[in-house]
Every structure is written in C-alpha cells, then in structure tokens.
C-alpha cells in the first residue's frame, strides 16, 4: 500500500468505544467467582491484554490457572461483555472527515480480533477501515508492540509515516517501538502522566483533524466536513 498521506492506527478500546462498562463487569464476576477478593482499581486492567491481567492478579499461581482465568473472562465477555459498549461522541464524524481527506485508516487492539470487528460491525464503523487488527490466541507474542510492527508490515506501512492515537501507555509505547507518532485521546482512560508521554493531545474527536492536517501539509477540504 503506498499514500502520500500518513497511516492512521487507532486504539479501539477508549478511543473509538467506551468499552469499559463491558469490561470491568465481566472482569469483577471472574475475580468474584474465583473469591480473589480486594483487587484494587480495577481500571488499569482496560488496555493491555488479559494475559498482562492474570499476571498481575494470579502472580503466584500457575501458567495454566493464568490461562484458565482468561478463557473465563474471555467466555463471559463473548457472551454479553462485549456489547456493554457504546461509541464515543465525535468518533464517527472523525472517521467520516478523515475518510474524505484520503488517511488510510487502520485499527490496532490489544483485544482479540474477533471481538474488535464483532464490535466495530455493530455500530457500522468497520468499513471506515483499511484493516483491523487484533491479538489471536495462535500469536507467539501478545505484545501491541508485535502487534503494530505486524499492521505495518502486513500493509507495507513505514513507521515515519503514521500516527497511533490511543489513550494508554501501552498504545505509545507501542508506537515508539515502532518509530510511529502518536496522539493521545484524552476522552480516554489514561492519566495525565500517561498522555504526557504521547507526541501531541488531542482533548476531544473533533481536534484530531486539525492536528493531523498541518503535519500532512494539508488543508481540510470543503467536502470532508461533515
């Protein structure tokens, strides 16, 4: 694939759907059937994979309790988590302005593949997209890092010329990995430390054209604003 424009890699959860609601229930029933008790905030367990999870809440127990608790919060997810989702406001209307500028869109998500499309099909967003990628249980390595450098790869994309925007440290530090510019989504789930460590922020949908555009030496063109 070859564009004079640059690459656009979003994140998907808390950066085109707010996910969490989905998330965090399907989370507390597992940790609630499994009697774990008081976990904490539960919060920054939305970004990184669920494997990243169980280590962090199963860290003395074994690889295959670990991958028993995914699989648990994976069927519980697959059964109703997923669609305990909305978009964001302002997204469609980015999708749909940058669609007319010509930016190749893409998608690049710590959750499983099936999952993303299932979601972004629901609320008629999957054709914005060039490609959506997710992890997959096959994946040897379910880092974003790996994940993104397979996106850039598979669409013969450079790194120079493309921007992740996402709102965790996962998705920047992703990014870096990878030599791709980033923008963070402060409508997201991030903290301030963490979208401080993004290239730019993008406080609202709406001011991701006008960051992009100048970058891209372009102007908006009357058609995209719709």
């Not at 507390?28 to 008081?38: C, E, P, S, T, W």
């Not at 749909?96 to 930016?103: I, K, N, P, V, Y």
């Not at 493309?162 to 990014?175: H, L, P, T």
């Amino acid at each position: 694939m070859t564009s004079t424009l640059p690459a656009i890699i979003f994140d998907l959860d808390g950066t085109l759907t707010d996910s969490k609601p989905g998330i965090l229930s399907c989370l507390r029933q597992v940790i609630d059937a499994r009697n774990l008790g008081d976990c904490g905030q539960l919060d920054r367990f939305v970004g990184p994979p669920v494997e990243a999870w169980a280590v962090d809440l199963l860290s003395d127990s074994t690889e295959e309790d670990r991958a028993a608790f995914a699989r648990e919060y994976r069927s519980c997810y697959d059964r109703e988590g997923w669609s305990n989702n909305s978009v964001f406001p302002g997204i469609r209307e980015l999708l749909t302005q940058l669609r007319a500028q010509g930016f190749p869109l893409f998608v690049c998500t710590s959750k499983h593949q099936h999952h993303a499309i299932r979601i972004l099909d629901k609320f008629d967003l999957s054709h914005f997209f060039t490609a959506i990628y997710g992890d997959k249980l096959d994946y040897p390595d379910h880092s974003k890092p790996k994940l993104l450098a397979r996106l850039l790869a598979d669409n013969s994309l450079s790194g120079n010329n493309a921007w992740m925007i996402g709102d965790r440290s996962f998705d920047f530090d992703a990014a870096r990995a990878n030599n791709v510019k980033t923008i963070a989504a402060a409508w997201g789930y991030g903290t301030a430390e963490e979208y401080a460590t993004a290239n730019t922020l993008a406080p609202s949908p709406a001011d991701i054209l006008a960051l992009l555009l100048p970058a891209a030496g372009r102007t908006v063109k009357d058609n995209s604003m719709v």
